[in-house]
């Protein structure tokens, strides 16, 4: 059975610092990972998506993720902190082939941002 | 163009009330979901259906049932709410194999 990791229930960083969110999965081959993001009160936002061949996907609002066969890792990143980024971010990886994308959740990280 | 759209945003129901959530897409897909959010556990499945007239269990059904209406619209049901059943739910869509879109969010509160 697939499973994500995210080992970071909450951090804090200050705005305009670097920042890395840290994914690990298990799955059996190579699956589908996600970044997601979700505001306080919002559904859910994809921020970026790793189906096939470049390991490095960039993201919206310039966040950007490299996927790591041989650490089994997909970690978030983004070079500049800005203060509406504070929200919580999911991890999430999906089976493949199948007639649907059914996706297991990582249970996120809280990003808080201080000025 | 709405997307994923969810109602009601905020239901409170007593123990052993029924009520259904309703979902609506827009987006012409095949495949939807229902999951329920839970602090500090992340997302899980409830149910999903691959396509119209298809439904299927995911990790936490108990309590719950799904019906297809068309390939738009695709609710969820409690029979007989429970405490344990407070929770965010999520409805999302998405073609097979591809990300999935998410609505608003409906926050149940059962007393």
């Known amino acids: 059975a697939q499973s994500v990791t995210q080992p970071d229930i909450h951090i804090t960083v200050s705005e305009g610092a670097s920042l890395e969110l840290r994914c690990n999965y298990s799955?059996?081959?190579?699956?589908?990972l996600f970044w997601y993001v979700q505001s306080p009160g919002q559904g859910l936002q994809l921020l970026l998506k790793y189906f096939s061949g470049d390991t490095l996907v960039q993201g919206i609002k310039g966040f950007e993720a490299e996927f790591k066969r041989s650490q089994s890792s997909f970690n978030l990143r983004k070079p500049s902190v800005h203060w509406s980024d504070a929200a919580e971010y999911f991890c999430a990886v999906g089976a493949r082939p199948g007639t649907a994308s059914k996706l297991t959740f990582g249970t996120g990280t809280r990003l808080q941002v201080t000025l | 163009n709405a997307g994923v759209t969810q109602t009601p945003k905020f239901q409170v129901l007593k123990t052993g009330q029924s009520m259904t959530l309703q979902c609506a897409q827009d987006m012409n897909h095949n495949s939807m979901y229902w999951y329920r959010q839970d602090p500090g556990m992340g997302l899980r499945l409830i149910y999903y259906?691959?396509?119209?007239?298809?439904?299927d269990k995911g990790e936490v059904p108990n309590g719950y049932n799904v019906s297809r209406l068309n390939k738009r619209e695709f609710s969820l049901r409690l029979e007989s709410a429970a405490p344990s059943q407070t929770s965010v739910y999520f409805c999302?869509?998405?073609?097979?194999?591809?990300?999935?879109?998410f609505g608003p969010g409906t926050r149940l509160t059962v007393t």
């Open positions: 799955y059996g081959a190579t699956p589908y």
């Open positions: 259906s691959a396509s119209e007239g298809t439904t």
């Open positions: 999302a869509s998405s073609e097979p194999e591809n990300e999935q879109y």
